[in-house]
């Protein structure tokens, strides 16, 4: 038997199935709300780990990332920045297998002498077609090395100076490495290169001092393989790496240096205080490649009064490779310039000041990259 509702009893009915309705309301909701909530946290732990989902896509920062990306810092952060300009073309052939060679020779370097280093890699106009450096190569994680990369677009390059339409230009890339740098003492040098047990030892000891360039001895490539040239094979293993650069014996923490000289010529390994790098503005810088390491020694001894130390203790090994920059004379620096000029402070080679390391151009604009990282693995 059916019976009638009266509107008294509906007033009940109706207040009771809106307060069920709000209360599932609100439970959706609420969960909703957490759900995402908790996508969002994870996002922004995502981020806080700084790891990179996919190493091969476009790597975007803000501004302020960025710029915090490039500061070098009042104050340097560690005591060592190593500089290299790269370009992934397969320089001279075998080029990966050396480069990697390169990354884990800093890496031993860092875990050996327990010194805070910095691997700064400028990536110099990167090929379209090519994986970029970070996406190419195996980075360890150490907690005394911290690695960035900075990539020097195609925009950039081409609004540069360029001698014979050179793809890469290392004085500039190497200037940009010393303008950024974060180690209180910064060394340029090649990307075939593996540091020698001399300098491993040079690190520990703390032997540089601001005001003084330093360079080395490096032999020259003959097909007798001389103690600075090797061979080092694809894959090596750290014990095999470590060990093919020894060139002398040492006594631990106790490496000395020779006096300073007048001044002499060496080629791929310069190093000083970063303070000391921007007295003679860096590398001069006019488009090409090769010879502006020899005139900068004579620059930064002759026209700035700076000291130069030369360690016959070689601090590398240059990985054997084809010699082919040789080849294209067209993208040579010019080399004709008087010794005896600069010697006698008739004539100074010198880049013109705030005109260097990109210092003149707007980088931000011009798409200059800036990535950060401790290598290693998540899990």
Not at 166 to 194: M, W, Y
Not at 219 to 239: C, E
Not at 289 to 294: F, G, S
Request: proline share 4%; hydrophobic share 35%; aromatic share 12%.
């Amino acid at each position: 038997m059916i019976k009638s509702i009266s509107s008294k009893s509906l007033g009940p009915l109706v207040l009771l199935l809106l307060t069920a309705l709000f209360s599932l309301t609100f439970f959706y909701s609420t969960t909703l709300w957490q759900t995402y909530d908790r996508k969002s946290k994870s996002a922004a732990i995502s981020q806080s780990q700084g790891y990179i989902a996919n190493t091969a896509s476009s790597l975007n920062s803000t501004y302020t990332q960025w710029e915090q990306c490039l500061d070098p810092g009042q104050n340097p952060s560690y005591y060592l920045s190593i500089v290299v300009v790269t370009r992934m073309d397969d320089y001279a052939g075998g080029q990966h297998h050396r480069l990697q060679n390169f990354i884990d020779s800093a890496y031993l370097l860092a875990e050996r002498t327990r010194e805070n280093i910095e691997l700064l890699i400028v990536e110099w106009n990167p090929p379209d077609d090519r994986r970029g450096v970070i996406d190419a190569f195996r980075f360890r994680r150490s907690g005394y090395l911290t690695y960035r990369i900075i990539t020097v677009s195609n925009k950039v390059h081409h609004v540069l100076p360029n001698r014979g339409n050179s793809p890469l230009h290392e004085f500039e890339g190497k200037n940009v490495g010393i303008r950024f740098a974060r180690g209180e003492f910064v060394v340029c040098t090649n990307q075939d290169d593996i540091w020698s047990h001399n300098f491993h030892n040079a690190v520990q000891s703390r032997v540089f001092e601001k005001g003084i360039i330093y360079l080395q001895h490096q032999d020259v490539h003959n097909m007798q393989l001389p103690p600075s040239i090797v061979r080092v094979p694809p894959f090596a293993d750290d014990t095999v790496l470590y060990n093919s650069c020894r060139l002398g014996n040492q006594v631990w923490g106790q490496f000395s240096l020779p006096t300073p000289l007048d001044v002499t010529t060496s080629r791929g390994f310069h190093l000083g205080h970063r303070d000391t790098w921007k007295i003679p503005r860096g590398y001069r810088e006019e488009g090409g490649v090769a010879w502006m390491d020899v005139e900068f020694i004579c620059t930064a001894a002759w026209t700035f009064d700076l000291q130069v130390v030369y360690s016959e203790k070689g601090f590398t090994c240059h990985q054997e490779h084809k010699n082919v920059w040789e080849l294209n004379k067209e993208q040579h620096n010019d080399k004709n310039i008087s010794l005896e000029d600069i010697r006698d402070k008739k004539i100074a080679y010198v880049n013109k000041e705030n005109n260097w390391a990109l210092q003149q151009l707007d980088i931000w604009e011009l798409e200059l990259g800036c990535i950060e990282f401790r290598g290693g693995l998540n899990q």
